[in-house]
C-alpha cells in the first residue's frame, strides 16, 4: 500500500495495540493537531505550520518496522540516529519462533553463544549482543525484567533491539545495548484467533489471543499458552510452560487511555547441562599420561548427563498499568506503574571432564569411561516495584520544530538469594552411555541466604529539533541516582568466606555492602534527509554500569567488578549510518559503522598484584539491514555484522591468549524471507551464519579453544484451508548441520545446535 501524505490534518488515537505504543503514530496526531486555522483559513498567532509528514499504514502480514513504543523514542525508526531492530509478530508466526532466544536469531551476530562457567550453568536468556553479555538489559514495555529465565512470545506484540549504549534510554545498561517486549493490549475489533502445534521432540504447544470490545471505548483481551514440549535432539531435556495474560482497556479512542494487564507464567522445565566435548573437533587429551584420549570418538550429542532431580521451576507474575492522557493539543502524557516478581528454582546437572574427573580404568573398554557430574543450584527471587512518567511536548522556538521526550522514574528492585547443596553422592556418570535413571541425592538449603535491595530514582530530557527541511539534531541526556545494599551469609570452608575460628560448614556472615551514586548518561545525534526516503546519520552516546552491574548483587572481592569500592564502568559509542526507505516505504535498508570502547574495567596489576580500573575493551565493525516488504506479497527481513572486538588493555581473556572478545562472532548474518503465491500458498525460508566463538580462559587444558562457524538454512510453508484455518509447516536445519550453539568457559561442555525438526501448526482466527 502506498504511504498516505497528510497535511494540517490529525491523527484519530489509536490503542497501543495499533500503533504499539504512542511512539510515532500518536505523536504525528500531536505534532499536526497544533495546526489551528480561523473561518477564514487564517493561522492563529500561537501556531506554526510544520512540513509535509507521512503516515506508512502498514499491510496485515507486512515485515517493516512500526513505531516504537516508548515516550522516549519520538521519531520512526527510519529517523533515529542508531541502529535499531523491530523484530514484528508477523515474522515470529511464520517462523514459529516461541521465545525470546528464538526471536533474536533475527538479529545479526546476536545470541546464546555463553554457557557458563566451569560448573555454573547459564539458562534462560543468557543474550551476547556486540561482545557483551546483555542479559540483564532486557525490558518489558520499558520496565526493567530480572532473571535468568526463558521469556515466552505468546503475549508479545514486537520485539525492540537497541544496539549500543542505552544508557540514555534505560539507565544502567550492558554498554552493548538492550531489548524491549512490548506486550499486546486490547483495542476496539472483536478478533479471536489461536494456534496448535506438534512436531519432533515431542513437541505440543497450544495458544489463544481473543480480543473483544465491550463498549465504545472499552475491551478486554486474553492471551493464554499451553506449552508441554522435549527439545529435538536432546534426550529427557523438556520444556513445559503454562500462562495467562489477560487485559483491560478503558477510555480508547478518547483523550485518556488507560490499560490494565496481568500476567502469570508457570515453567516446569527439565533444564540442560550441556554435552561433553570428548571427541569435538579441537579437543585433545586433558591429562598428558594419556595421550589416547585425544583419539576419543565424539560422544552422541543427544546424550543427557543429568538426573531425574534435575529441575528448572519458573513462576512469574506482572502487574502493569498504563495510563495516557492528552493534556493538550501539544503535550502527551504517559505513566506506567509496574509490579513484578520472578522466583526462579533449579537444580541442573553438568558434565566435568577435567583430568582429575575423567575416569578410564580400561583405556582399551570406553563402556569403563565416566566423568564428574557437578550439581548447580539456584533459588532466586527478583521483584519490582516502578513508576514511569513521561511527557512528550511539541513547540517551536523560532524556525526550529521541536519534540521534547521528558520524564522521571522511581524504581525499587529486590533480590533475596538462598543457599542450596546436594545431599547425597551424585554419582559419576558413563560418558559413552549415560543413565537417566541415576540419582542418589537431593537439594537442600544451607542456612545461606542473600539480600538486596536497589532504590533508584532517574529523571530524562531528550529533543529532538527540526531545522529546516532537511536537518534533524537529537539530544539526550539521564540522569540516575541509587543506592544499593547487599547482604548476604555463606557457609565457611572452602571456596565460602573464612570460618573465623568456627567449625567447616558453619554459616557465617560473608558480604555486607552498599554504595551509592548518581549516573549521568548522554547522546547527541544529527539526521540529514538527503530525500523523503534517504536519512544519513551520526550520533554519539555514553552510557555507565555500576557496580553490581545487571542486579546489583554485590561483592566484597577484591577482584570483581561489583564490589563498590570501584567506579561504574563506562562505554562510548560513536555511530554513523544510513537508512533508506524503498518499495512504496515498505522496505527499509539500513547500514551503520560503530565504534564501542568501554573503560574502567577492572584488572590486575602484574607488579603489586592489586586490582585498578586500567581495563579497556573495543568493539567496532559494520551492520547493515533490509526489513520490510519488497511486494505486497513478499517479505524479508536479513541483517549482516562484522565485529572487531578486542581488549585494548588488560590480560587476555581467551583460552588462546589472543586479544580478541570472546563469545563474539566475528561474521554474521540472518535472513528470512516469505512470499505469496497467487494460489494463496505461502512458502518462505532463511539462511543463518554465525562465525566461530573465541572461549573464555580458566586454566582448563585439553578442552576446545574456540568453536567453529556454522550455516543453518529454514524453510517454512503456509496454505489456507479456508478464510478461519490455516496448516503451516516449519522445517529447521534442513540439511541437519552439526554444530556447536554454544560453549562453556572451561571448554568442558558445550550446547548442540538443534538438528532437523519439523514443527506443524493449525492456526485459527474469527
Known amino acids: 500500500m502506498a504511504h498516505i501524505t497528510r497535511r494540517k490534518r490529525p491523527l484519530s488515537r489509536s490503542a497501543l495495540s495499533h500503533g504499539v505504543g504512542l511512539g510515532t503514530a500518536l505523536l504525528t496526531g500531536l505534532m499536526t493537531s497544533t495546526l489551528h486555522a480561523d473561518e477564514n483559513g487564517a493561522s492563529q498567532a500561537d501556531s506554526f505550520t510544520l512540513d509535509e509528514i507521512s503516515v506508512e499504514a502498514q499491510r496485515e502480514g507486512g515485515y517493516q518496522p512500526g513505531a516504537l513504543s516508548s515516550t522516549k523514542f519520538t521519531q520512526p525508526v527510519s529517523e533515529t540516529p542508531r541502529t535499531v531492530q523491530v523484530i514484528d509478530k508477523t515474522l515470529l508466526k511464520d517462523q514459529g519462533a516461541t521465545t525470546l532466544t528464538e526471536a533474536l536469531k533475527n538479529s545479526p551476530g546476536v545470541g546464546t553463544f555463553y554457557a557458563g562457567e566451569n560448573g555454573n550453568t547459564t539458562t534462560g536468556d543468557s543474550v551476547y549482543m556486540r561482545g557483551f553479555d546483555s542479559s540483564g538489559s532486557i525490558f518489558v514495555d520499558g520496565a526493567r525484567d530480572l532473571g535468568s529465565i526463558s521469556r515466552d512470545t505468546f503475549n508479545v506484540e514486537q520485539i525492540e533491539v537497541f544496539k549500543g549504549p542505552a544508557g540514555t534510554d534505560y539507565g544502567r545498561t550492558a554498554p552493548s545495548g538492550s531489548i524491549n517486549l512490548v506486550t499486546k493490549q486490547p483495542h476496539l475489533d472483536d478478533r479471536v484467533s489461536g494456534s496448535i502445534s506438534a512436531g519432533s521432540g515431542d513437541q505440543k504447544r497450544a495458544t489463544m489471543d481473543w480480543n473483544h470490545a465491550l463498549g465504545d ?281 573464612d570460618c573465623g575460628g568456627q567449625p567447616t560448614g558453619t554459616v557465617v556472615p560473608d558480604v555486607d555492602a552498599d554504595v551509592s551514586d548518581t549516573l549521568f548518561n548522554w547522546k547527541l545525534g544529527a539526521l540529514y534527509k538527503v530525500t523523503p526516503q534517504l536519512n544519513l546519520y551520526t550520533n554519539y552516546a555514553v552510557a555507565s554500569q555500576p557496580p553490581g552491574g545487571d542486579n546489583l548483587q554485590l561483592s566484597n572481592r577484591d577482584s570483581s567488578a561489583a564490589n563498590p569500592d570501584f567506579d561504574p564502568q563506562k562505554a562510548r559509542t560513536a555511530e554513523a549510518g544510513a537508512k533508506w526507505k524503498l518499495a512504496d516505504n515498505r522496505l527499509l535498508l539500513s547500514a551503520a559503522v560503530y565504534r564501542t570502547t568501554i573503560t574502567d574495567l577492572v584488572e590486575q596489576d602484574p607488579v603489586d598484584m592489586s586490582y585498578r580500573q586500567t581495563g579497556e575493551k573495543r568493539v567496532q565493525g559494520v551492520e547493515v539491514s533490509a526489513v520490510g516488504s519488497i511486494t505486497p506479497d513478499w517479505n524479508i527481513s536479513a541483517g549482516f555484522t562484522r565485529m572487531d572486538a578486542r581488549v585494548e588493555s588488560g590480560d587476555p581473556e581467551a583460552q588462546d591468549d589472543g586479544d580478541e572478545l570472546t563469545y563474539t562472532p566475528e561474521h554474521a548474518f540472518t535472513s528470512w524471507t516469505t512470499y505469496r503465491l497467487p494460489f494463496d500458498l505461502t512458502i518462505g525460508g532463511g539462511a543463518r551464519y554465525t562465525g566461530g566463538l573465541k572461549r573464555g580462559s580458566d586454566g582448563a587444558s585439553g578442552t576446545p579453544d574456540h568453536t567453529e562457524g556454522y550455516w543453518v538454512m529454514d524453510a517454512m510453508a503456509r496454505y489456507p484451508i479456508n478464510r478461519n484455518l490455516d496448516v503451516q509447516l516449519n522445517v529447521y536445519n534442513v540439511f541437519d548441520k552439526d554444530y556447536v550453539a554454544s560453549i562453556n568457559k572451561s571448554g568442558y561442555r558445550y550446547n548442540p545446535g538443534m538438528p532437523r525438526s519439523a514443527l506443524l501448526t493449525l492456526n485459527l482466527r474469527y
Open 217 to 497: 471505548h472499552t475491551a478486554a483481551r486474553l492471551n493464554v499458552i499451553g506449552q508441554d514440549s522435549g527439545v529435538p535432539g536432546r534426550d529427557h531435556v523438556e520444556s513445559n510452560r503454562w500462562g495467562i495474560a489477560p487485559s483491560l482497556g478503558f477510555g480508547l479512542n478518547t483523550d485518556t487511555r488507560v490499560y490494565v494487564n496481568y500476567l502469570h507464567i508457570t515453567q516446569n522445565n527439565v533444564p540442560d547441562g550441556g554435552v561433553s566435548t570428548v571427541g569435538l573437533h579441537g579437543y585433545s587429551s586433558p591429562d598428558p599420561s594419556r595421550p589416547s584420549l585425544a583419539d576419543a570418538p565424539k560422544v552422541d550429542s543427544e546424550n543427557f548427563y543429568g538426573t531425574r532431580a534435575d529441575h528448572d521451576d519458573v513462576e512469574v507474575d506482572m502487574f502493569t498499568t498504563i495510563v495516557e492522557h492528552d493534556l493538550n493539543d501539544q503535550t502527551l502524557v504517559r505513566n506506567t506503574t509496574r509490579w513484578g516478581r520472578t522466583h526462579q528454582d533449579y537444580l541442573l546437572t553438568a558434565v566435568f571432564a577435567s583430568s582429575a574427573f575423567f575416569q578410564t580404568p580400561d583405556l582399551n573398554d570406553r563402556s569403563t569411561w565416566t566423568v564428574r557430574r557437578l550439581p548447580n543450584f539456584k533459588n532466586q527471587t527478583n521483584t519490582i516495584l516502578t513508576n514511569q512518567t513521561g511527557f512528550i511536548t511539541n513547540l517551536r522556538t523560532g524556525s526550529v520544530a521541536h519534540t521534547l521526550s521528558y520524564g522521571a522514574e522511581v524504581t525499587r528492585e529486590e533480590l533475596e538469594t538462598t543457599g542450596m547443596t546436594a545431599v547425597g553422592t551424585v554419582a559419576d556418570v558413563n560418558l559413552y552411555d549415560p543413565q537417566y535413571g541415576a540419582a542418589g541425592f537431593h537439594g537442600e538449603k544451607t542456612g545461606a541466604e542473600g539480600s538486596g535491595t536497589t532504590d533508584t530514582v532517574a529523571a530524562y530530557l531528550f529533543n529532538t529539533m527540526d531545522i529546516g527541511q532537511h536537518w534533524q539534531i537529537t539530544a539526550g541526556m539521564r540522569l540516575d541516582r541509587y543506592n544499593a545494599e547487599f547482604t548476604s551469609t555463606g557457609v565457611c570452608g572452602g571456596r565460602g568466606p
